[in-house]
């Protein structure tokens, strides 16, 4: 075969080759093209289920662009509003007022682990507030940015029955100390009864056999009894007065330092001996506006507290002035309150010790006769040290 012809067949070849490497470029670029097209209808089939699935649930897409916030379009539907992005602005004007810098400070600390936030939102076309729960987080995205975006659906059912199971649990624990202030009311009347009847029965039965002596201690039981039972069902009328329908206590202006003085006086038969009983007179002459009787039972009543909770030590009974207030105070070194119950001395039915003497409404009688004066009452204590109640009041001109 001469070199001509293996010369034309190697061209030939060539040419073949060429040609065949040239439709098999087009061939594995069009193969290429429909798997990107079959891969793009394949998440786009994949993006309109996740948007069915969140439809049926109630879900909803969100997500920031730039100064403003997108939403999905069924948000839009349901709510009947115009399809638009919300600014920014606009979505921190919706958010309840007392939630705003909790949101603002939870957006701004977004990061790749999600987070649920509850928010109550005013929609100004519908006129009403709704409750959304939000998940959000912080994506990174393929060219190098960050995004906020995430999920919400309306959680105004799950706030309405949240509101319905608290509002039953309080209710529940209403019925228990209910149910606990009957139980000790029953032991608290029977026990002075019982002691009455019985000292009452032997100065009775056994009156001439009886030394003076003896008559006189019967006699001093009977009447400490008797008046501790008529102190508790004074408590209880007082207590069970609801509000609105409570006597508004009409006040008088008092110097402060004739007030103490009497308040000192009437109280301090009733300290036992064993304890010490001080006078604290402030350095000013200030007037007060209270109500003279209001004052003796809310001072009688911490007292009592005062006198049953301290062993050993004093008493004080004082005021002193404060910049414009007058803080009237009654101090001893009894067993003190430990911190934990602090807050709660006020409650009613609330009793540090369930075996101590009393149902757990001396206090809360104290808080609601010093607020009908328009005074403030509160209390500092240390368990071991003692307890200083203080009641506080504008000053007034004389």
């Not at 002459?285 to 004093?314: C, H, P, W, Y």
């Amino acid at each position: 075969m001469s070199s001509v012809v293996i010369i034309n067949i190697c061209v030939i070849y060539l040419i073949l080759l060429t040609v065949i490497l040239t439709l098999w470029r087009l061939i594995d670029k069009n193969f290429q093209h429909m798997e990107q097209l079959e891969s793009g209808r394949t998440a786009e089939r994949a993006m309109n289920n996740i948007i069915s699935v969140m439809h049926a649930t109630n879900y909803f897409l969100w997500y920031e662009d730039g100064d403003s916030f997108n939403f999905g379009d069924r948000f839009f539907e349901i709510l009947r509003l115009r399809k638009r992005p919300l600014s920014k602005e606009l979505v921190k004007r919706l958010v309840a007022p007392s939630q705003l810098q909790m949101a603002r400070k939870a957006y701004s600390d977004l990061g790749e682990e999600a987070r649920i936030l509850q928010l109550d939102l005013w929609f100004p076309v519908s006129k009403q507030w709704h409750t959304l729960l939000i998940k959000a987080s912080k994506v990174h995205m393929e060219n190098g940015e960050e995004m906020r975006m995430g999920i919400f659906t309306f959680a105004d059912e799950r706030k309405k029955m949240e509101g319905e199971r608290k509002k039953a649990f309080a209710l529940e624990e209403e019925s228990k100390m209910k149910a606990s202030f009957l139980a000790s009311m029953g032991h608290e009347i029977r026990t002075p009864l019982n002691v009455i009847t019985g000292f009452s029965k032997l100065l009775a039965e056994d009156y001439g056999n009886l030394s003076e002596e003896e008559r006189r201690s019967y006699y001093e039981i009977i009447k400490e009894n008797n008046t501790q039972l008529l102190k508790l069902l004074n408590d209880v009328l007082t207590s069970s007065l609801k509000k609105g329908n409570e006597v508004q206590l009409q006040l008088r202006r008092k110097r402060v330092s004739d007030l103490i003085e009497e308040l000192y006086t009437t109280h301090n038969v009733v300290v036992p001996k064993h304890l010490r009983f001080y006078m604290q007179q402030g350095s000013c002459e200030d007037f007060i506006d209270v109500n003279r009787s209001g004052m003796m039972q809310v001072v009688s009543n911490l007292m009592n507290n005062a006198i049953k909770f301290t062993k050993e030590g004093s008493i004080t009974l004082g005021w002193e002035s404060v910049g414009d207030k007058v803080i009237i105070y009654v101090q001893d070194t009894g067993i003190g309150i430990a911190e934990e119950n602090l807050t709660s001395v006020f409650d009613k039915f609330f009793k540090q010790d369930a075996s101590s003497v009393g149902a757990g409404i001396g206090l809360p009688l104290c808080k609601k006769l010093v607020e009908n004066m328009h005074g403030e009452i509160r209390v500092k204590s240390k368990l071991g040290v003692g307890s200083r109640f203080e009641i506080v009041f504008d000053k007034v001109g004389g």
